[in-house]
Antibody, heavy 123, light 110 residues
Framework: EVRLVESGGGLVQPGRSLRLSCVASGFRFEDYAMFWVRQPPGKGLEWVAMISWNSRGIGYADSVKGRFTISRDNAKDSLYLQMNSLIPEDTALYYC????????????????WGQGTRVTVSS | QSALTQPRSVSGSPGQSVTISCTGTGNDIGTFNYVSWYQQYPGKAPTLIIYDVIKRPSGVPDRFSGSKSDNTASLTISGVRSEDEADYYCCSYAGSLTYVFGTGTTFTVL
């Protein structure tokens, strides 16, 4: 069974940093692209970032570019999101999501999703 | 990276067919056949129900179907059931290793 378990969320002041982690199990992590998607309280989904299986392909939403950094450690079956210069608009539930197919091509969708870790940016 | 446009709410009676639209631009839906749809129940993580415009993951009922015309994608639920009441989101690849989600639609079973 595929499992994605996020951690690292919490309450942080504006301008500070936070690092999210996602530990994967139940599949060969090194073969799949991975994504972060967030959902502000009571609002819709927003794609945040992606990283290819070998970390050579990385993309960010304009809203986080220059502030967030996605990375992975295939030896530890782990995905990360380093979030700097946090602003209140970053308040959301952050989901770790797997590419359902190997060899990322843009398609395939996002599946499955973790249960999320909550980030609150407030003074 | 503007969000794709979905109707805020849609409703239908059991047994009916309903369609949820998702409108993008020539830079996302209009260029790539990489539209996916997600179902989300309150307090739960989203689940994939359609990918690559028309494909259905195993285990997803065949009453869910997808299509695309120009810059608009659509999700059709044929033979609505009470358990289909949920939020639905579309998503499209937008090039340069980026994606964009739709604004989301709340589907209510009457």
């Amino acid at each position: 069974e595929v499992r994605l378990v996020e951690s690292g969320g919490g309450l942080v002041q504006p301008g500070r940093s936070l690092r999210l982690s996602c530990v994967a199990s139940g599949f060969r992590f090194e073969d799949y692209a991975m994504f972060w998607v967030r959902q502000p309280p009571g609002k819709g989904l927003e794609w945040v970032a992606m990283i290819s299986w070998n970390s050579r392909g990385i993309g960010y939403a304009d809203s986080v570019k220059g502030r967030f950094t996605i990375s992975r450690d295939n030896a530890k079956d782990s995905l990360y999101l380093q979030m700097n210069s946090l602003i209140p608009e970053d308040t959301a539930l952050y989901y770790c999501v797997k590419d359902p197919v190997t060899g990322w091509s843009g398609g395939g969708g996002f599946d499955p999703w973790g249960q999320g870790t909550r980030v609150t940016v407030s003074s | 990276q503007s969000a794709l446009t979905q109707p805020r709410s849609v409703s239908g009676s059991p047994g009916q067919s309903v369609t949820i639209s998702c409108t993008g631009t020539g830079n996302d839906i209009g260029t790539f056949n990489y539209v996916s749809w997600y179902q989300q129940y309150p307090g739960k993580a989203p689940t994939l129900i359609i990918y690559d415009v028309i494909k259905r993951p195993s285990g997803v009922p065949d009453r869910f179907s997808g299509s695309k015309s120009d810059n608009t994608a659509s999700l059709t639920i044929s033979g609505v059931r009470s358990e289909d009441e949920a939020d639905y989101y579309c998503c499209s690849y937008a090039g340069s290793l980026t994606y964009v989600f739709g604004t989301g639609t709340t589907f209510t079973v009457l």
